[in-house]
């Protein structure tokens, strides 16, 4: 999320360097929040920009998202709760 807090960078950056060092000689990556997630729902697609993804399964690198996220991250705060625990959640 950009211009968020410097409490949720570190616990977001924390976490992708976690992966990443667990990750590592593995075929799975972590992905930072540049990275949109594309979500196919029933009647439309949505894009989301998770704080931290993991693509086991890439995408073309011509591609400008990911479609399948073994794992996504979500650092949540009070302003964020609602849409990373709801809609998102739910897609």
Same mark, same amino acid.
Request: net charge positive; aromatic share 6%; proline share 5%.
């Given at each position: 999320?950009? %211009?968020?807090?410097?409490v949720? @960078?570190l $616990?977001?950056? @924390? #976490?992708l &360097?976690s992966? %990443?060092?667990?990750? /590592? %000689?593995r /075929?799975? /990556? =972590?992905?930072?929040?540049d990275?949109? $997630? +594309?979500? +196919?729902? =029933? ?6 920009? *998770?704080d931290?993804s &993991? $693509?086991? /399964? =890439?995408? *073309? ?5 990911? !479609?399948?996220?073994?794992?996504v991250?979500?650092?949540v705060?009070r302003? #964020? +709760?609602?849409t990373d625990? %709801?809609?998102k959640? !739910?897609?």
């Amino acid at each position: 999320m950009a %211009g968020a807090r410097n409490v949720h @960078n570190l $616990i977001a950056s @924390n #976490t992708l &360097v976690s992966l %990443g060092s667990r990750l /590592r %000689g593995r /075929r799975c /990556r =972590p992905y930072n929040s540049d990275t949109k $997630i +594309r979500i +196919r729902l =029933p009647s439309h697609i949505r894009f989301y920009y *998770p704080d931290v993804s &993991v $693509i086991c /399964r =890439p995408n *073309p690198q011509t591609d400008s998202f990911q !479609d399948e996220a073994a794992v996504v991250v979500e650092v949540v705060s009070r302003r #964020t +709760r609602r849409t990373d625990e %709801g809609e998102k959640k !739910d897609a």
